[in-house]
Every structure is written in structure tokens, then in C-alpha cells.
């Protein structure tokens, strides 16, 4: 079955970086768009960045020019390298895979922007 791991979120403050990483199974991992979601407190899930299997990427407006989106198909792995990061950033940040209709996610992993 489809597995979603993400890893990387933590605390850090207004301006700093995270790279958070999602290792996939289950899944030719190569053939597919993979996306990053995130949802703050009180607020909908949103897609902050998505990726083509051909490496074409989406950006949410608000993060375009601070973060980049990224695979490695060796690794099975997306990646979010966020900079400048601002309070709200705040998420819990989830990777997401369309697969025949079916939308999978990983359990999350909590970003928190603040001094």
C-alpha cells in the first residue's frame, strides 16, 4: 500500500529554513505529481507546491521566490526547502499522491515560525 513519510518540521525563527522530506512506498514513485499541503489552525488545507513527474512545479503565491519543491525518483523522495520563513508559515505541512483517483497523505509534520 501507498506510504507517505514526512520528516523535517521543528521550531525556528522569523527569517530561518527547514527542509522537510517525504519518502514514498508503495507507489512507482516516478511516475507521478507530488504535492505539499498545509493546514494552520482554523484554516483549510492548502497546496503550498506540487511537482510533475517531468519536474514542472506549482507554487502557492505567498511562498513563490521563498520555497522550492524538489524529487529525487533514486530515493523515492520530495522535498520543501523553505526559506525566509514567516510566522505564518505555521502548518502542519503534509505530502499528498493522486493515484487513480485516490488521494493519499502522510501524517504531517508541524512547521512553527516564531521567536
Known amino acids: 500500500q501507498v506510504q507517505l513519510v514526512e520528516s523535517g518540521g521543528g521550531l525556528v525563527q522569523p527569517g530561518g529554513s527547514l527542509r522537510l522530506s517525504c519518502a514514498a512506498s508503495g507507489m512507482i514513485f516516478s511516475i507521478y505529481a507530488m504535492g505539499w499541503y498545509r493546514q494552520a489552525p482554523g484554516k483549510q488545507r492548502e497546496l503550498v507546491a506540487r511537482i510533475t513527474r517531468g519536474g514542472s512545479t506549482y507554487y502557492l503565491d505567498s511562498v513563490k521566490g521563498r520555497f522550492t519543491i524538489s524529487r529525487e525518483n533514486a530515493k523515492n523522495t520530495v522535498y520543501l526547502q523553505m526559506n525566509s520563513l514567516k510566522p505564518e508559515d505555521t502548518a502542519v505541512y503534509y505530502c499528498?499522491?493522486?493515484?487513480?483517483?485516490?488521494?493519499?497523505w502522510g501524517q504531517g509534520t508541524q512547521v512553527t515560525v516564531s521567536y
Open positions: 499528498n499522491v493522486g493515484i487513480g483517483g485516490d488521494d493519499y
